[in-house]
């Protein structure tokens, strides 16, 4: 097995991308039908020297910047970027930190008691990382199926960034993106090592997308407000959510979402099996 896994990727990829398929003029007469390195090195913004450097495997420490900008410029997919952010970290290990905090992902017995309660109302526990680590059955219900409880433990960060269904669910992609960055700014300029491996693994796998964002992110996110998604059962539902702080030392939150007008509420009642009118809708929040 090569040692310079990295570069031969690069490398493989780069070569395997036509000038049409990069969006650019086919030109003179190639010895070879992929890129050359100034015209990826181009359409990356990065030196054809360092591009040469990381195919060569002389430079074995590229940004997260630099992969998500070459992810973009060589169209990767999904799948190929997840694969080259593992091969990225099995030559890195000196940004894996042993002793670093993992992200509470336990819940409490009380919090869990609670979003028994709480039944048909969709509810969510979330940590500091956007995972989803516990939910009601009315969650459940509303969030299944749409993806959002794919993944262990389902992480909302990565289901709006590298899942396709995430702009079919929201209308309103761009603000929950931004939503999302924001939510995770703080936690990453506080140095919080768990929150800058995914800053990291997020400008991989979703490119400019996301690190275009986080390069301009410095504001708090919303505690409160009204969200569109579109559900395969229940149509367009407009639902108001609510952000509270469970205790300090669990590092995690409760959303609970409620029917924001009298049509969500009614589809709302009938997606999660519950007696028409239970839940009245709370109404657009004030301006």
Not at 26 to 38: E, I, M, S
Not at 68 to 78: I, M, T, V
Not at 224 to 233: A, Q, T
Not at 249 to 278: I, M
Request: hydrophobic share 40%.
């Amino acid at each position: 097995m090569s040692d310079n896994e990295l570069g031969a990727f690069l490398r493989a990829r780069r070569e395997a991308l036509t000038p049409a398929e990069a969006g650019l003029p086919a030109g003179a007469r190639r010895r070879t039908p992929g890129l050359r390195r100034a015209e990826l090195a181009m359409l990356a913004g990065i030196s054809v020297e360092y591009l040469a450097r990381l195919e060569q495997g002389r430079d074995r420490n590229p940004s997260a910047q630099v992969l998500g900008a070459l992810s973009d410029a060589l169209r990767l997919p999904l799948d190929a970027r997840v694969h080259m952010r593992r091969l990225l970290k099995s030559q890195d290990h000196k940004h894996l930190c042993a002793v670093a905090p993992t992200p509470a992902r336990e819940v409490r017995s009380t919090v869990r008691a609670l979003l028994d309660r709480l039944g048909e109302t969709p509810a969510a526990v979330t940590n500091v990382l956007g995972e989803t680590v516990a939910y009601s059955d009315g969650y459940a219900r509303l969030a299944g199926p749409l993806g959002l409880l794919d993944g262990d433990p389902p992480s909302m960060p990565r289901y709006v960034f590298t899942d396709p269904r995430a702009r079919e669910v929201y209308p309103d992609w761009d603000r929950v993106a931004d939503q999302q960055v924001a939510a995770l700014y703080f936690g990453i300029t506080g140095s919080d090592p768990s929150m800058a491996e995914l800053a990291r693994e997020l400008t991989i796998t979703a490119g400019a997308a996301f690190s275009d964002r986080l390069a301009s992110a410095g504001v708090l996110p919303d505690r409160s407000g009204v969200e569109r998604l579109v559900h395969p059962e229940a149509g367009e539902l407009r639902l108001a959510y609510e952000v509270l702080e469970l205790a300090e030392t669990d590092g995690q939150q409760l959303v609970v979402r409620l029917p924001a007008d009298e049509v969500s509420s009614a589809a709302l009642d009938r997606l999660v099996g519950r007696r028409p009118g239970t839940l009245r809708a709370v109404g657009d929040r004030p301006a």
